[in-house]
Nanobody
Framework: QLELVESGGGSVQAGGSLKLSCVGS????????MAWFCQLPGEERKGVAV????????EYHHSVQGRFTVSQDNAKSTIYLQMNSLKPEDTAKYYC???????????????????WGRGTQVTVSS
């Protein structure tokens, strides 16, 4: 059974750092891409960062460019999100997602991902 489990969230002050982890298990092969999304209550999930697992290519939402770094381990079943210079507006629940559908589509659109973790809360205080 495929599972994604996030960890590493917490509460920090503005300017601080956190590192999120997403451990995957039960993968039926390598996903095309894995991504981090964030979501506030009542709002749609927003793409934060993506990594294309075959080559390690990454893309970011403009609001986190230069502050966040997405990476993967050699087994390609775990990804990380290093979050530096955190801002109060980064506060959200962060989800890990995997795309095994391989239908393309914009990486930041949540409907292109068919497996999700349960999320980890990140709270940044000013």
């Amino acid at each position: 059974q495929l599972e994604l489990v996030e960890s590493g969230g917490g509460s920090v002050q503005a300017g601080g750092s956190l590192k999120l982890s997403c451990v995957g298990s039960g993968f039926p092969g390598s996903p095309n891409r894995m991504a981090w999304f964030c979501q506030l209550p009542g709002e749609e999930r927003k793409g934060v960062a993506v990594i294309y697992t075959a080559y390690g290519t990454t893309e970011y939402h403009h609001s986190v460019q230069g502050r966040f770094t997405v990476s993967q381990d050699n087994a390609k079943s775990t990804i990380y999100l290093q979050m530096n210079s955190l801002k109060p507006e980064d506060t959200a629940k962060y989800y890990c997602a995997a795309d095994f559908m391989r239908r393309g589509g914009d990486w930041f659109v949540w409907t292109w991902y068919n497996y999700w973790g349960r999320g980890t809360q990140v709270t940044v205080s000013s």
